[in-house]
């Protein structure tokens, strides 16, 4: 049966589990950006949260002195927290060994949305690759959801979903996906955009008020291509950089995520002494 490749410009109404299906969650601006950040500068988990009783709950019972709480309201930090939802901070060393509850308006609502997904990949911009390179490995369907803005299309998504079928399609020329409208769109907007998509991230309803606001380094963050080699995954309710332990056992898991991290780290320096 021939592979389909499903791209969602903003969450399902229908809350359907897609069975066997690879499940991708993209928000650029900024919530998935800034977990694959978090992750790279070792971070050992994020729990994202649905609302404010969730990350108190969370708190209760992990103990406020043993978790960082991140997030934002309307683009700013949330009152008495200790991250906003700026990629910065979560590339920021002290993260590391630390979990993270995390509040955004619409990234970690649709994560917590999926809880109930075998596995959701979380993707943005700058781990691109890693993510095509994932799904080029895995057996089944394709399933990529945009988080959008208060259930509205938002343009970076839709160029992030874009690009990744432009990805997959490149990777899979013997395969023939078939692919939704929406896929289809997608794939014009990385037509459109993919050379340049920092201008995509500027024009962007969502980017031109980070702008307004000042956070304009966060999108020129949000718009480096492949800048991160690793791909963090969401499963039994936490996201870390191990797959999810049904398709191994625990320990292959957890080195998987190590190594993620570890040749993450090593890429780097290489880069910084080149
Ligand atoms: C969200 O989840 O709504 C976004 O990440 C908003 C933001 O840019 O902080």
Same mark, same amino acid.
């Given at each position: 049966?021939?592979?389909?490749?499903? &791209?969602?410009?903003?969450?399902?109404? *229908?809350?359907?589990?897609?069975?066997?299906?690879?499940?991708?969650?993209?928000?650029? &601006?900024?919530?998935?950006?800034?977990?694959?950040?978090?992750?790279?500068?070792?971070?050992?988990?994020? &729990?994202?949260? /649905?609302?404010?009783?969730?990350?108190?709950?969370?708190?209760?019972?992990?103990?406020?002195?043993?978790? +960082?709480?991140?997030?934002?309201?309307?683009?700013?930090?949330? @009152?008495?927290?200790?991250?906003?939802?700026?990629?910065?901070?979560?590339?920021?060393?002290?993260? *590391?060994?630390?979990?993270?509850?995390?509040?955004?308006?619409?990234?970690?609502?649709?994560?917590?949305?999926?809880?109930?997904?075998?596995?959701?990949?979380?993707?943005?911009? #700058?781990?691109?690759?890693?993510? /095509?390179?994932?799904?080029?490995?895995?057996?089944?369907? #394709?399933? !990529? !959801?945009?988080?959008?803005?208060?259930?509205?299309?938002?343009?970076?998504?839709? &160029?992030? =979903? =874009?690009?990744?079928?432009?990805?997959?399609?490149?990777?899979?020329?013997?395969?023939? @996906?078939?692919?939704?409208?929406?896929?289809? #769109?997608? +794939? /014009?907007? $990385?037509?459109?955009?993919? /050379?340049?998509?920092?201008?995509?991230?500027?024009?962007?309803?969502?980017?031109?008020?980070?702008?307004?606001?000042?956070?304009? $380094?966060?999108?020129?963050?949000?718009?480096?291509?492949?800048?991160?080699?690793?791909?963090?995954?969401?499963?039994?309710?936490? !996201?870390?950089?191990?797959? @999810?332990?049904?398709?191994?056992?625990?320990?292959?898991?957890?080195?998987?995520?190590?190594?993620?991290?570890?040749?993450?780290?090593?890429?780097?320096?290489?880069?910084?002494? $080149?």
């Amino acid at each position: 049966m021939p592979l389909s490749i499903d &791209l969602y410009f903003t969450f399902p109404q *229908k809350s359907s589990t897609w069975r066997g299906a690879n499940v991708v969650l993209i928000d650029v &601006l900024r919530s998935t950006t800034s977990i694959c950040h978090g992750m790279a500068a070792g971070c050992s988990r994020i &729990l994202p949260a /649905a609302d404010l009783g969730e990350v108190t709950e969370l708190v209760e019972s992990l103990g406020r002195s043993r978790v +960082l709480l991140g997030g934002e309201k309307d683009a700013r930090r949330i @009152p008495g927290f200790d991250l906003g939802n700026s990629p910065d901070e979560y590339a920021d060393p002290r993260i *590391k060994g630390q979990t993270v509850v995390m509040l955004t308006g619409n990234g970690t609502v649709a994560l917590a949305r999926l809880r109930h997904q075998r596995v959701v990949a979380i993707t943005a911009l #700058v781990n691109l690759g890693a993510t /095509a390179r994932w799904l080029a490995g895995q057996e089944g369907d #394709v399933v !990529i !959801i945009c988080s959008g803005n208060r259930e509205q299309f938002c343009l970076e998504d839709g &160029l992030c =979903g =874009g690009m990744l079928v432009r990805r997959l399609l490149d990777a899979w020329p013997e395969r023939e @996906p078939l692919l939704n409208d929406a896929a289809r #769109v997608g +794939l /014009a907007l $990385a037509e459109r955009y993919g /050379a340049n998509p920092r201008a995509c991230l500027e024009e962007s309803t969502h980017g031109r008020g980070l702008l307004t606001l000042g956070y304009g $380094a966060d999108l020129e963050r949000c718009a480096r291509v492949d800048e991160l080699d690793l791909l963090p995954f969401y499963h039994d309710e936490q !996201i870390t950089l191990r797959p @999810p332990a049904l398709e191994m056992e625990v320990e292959e898991a957890t080195a998987v995520g190590e190594d993620q991290r570890q040749s993450e780290a090593e890429r780097r320096e290489n880069q910084e002494t $080149a």
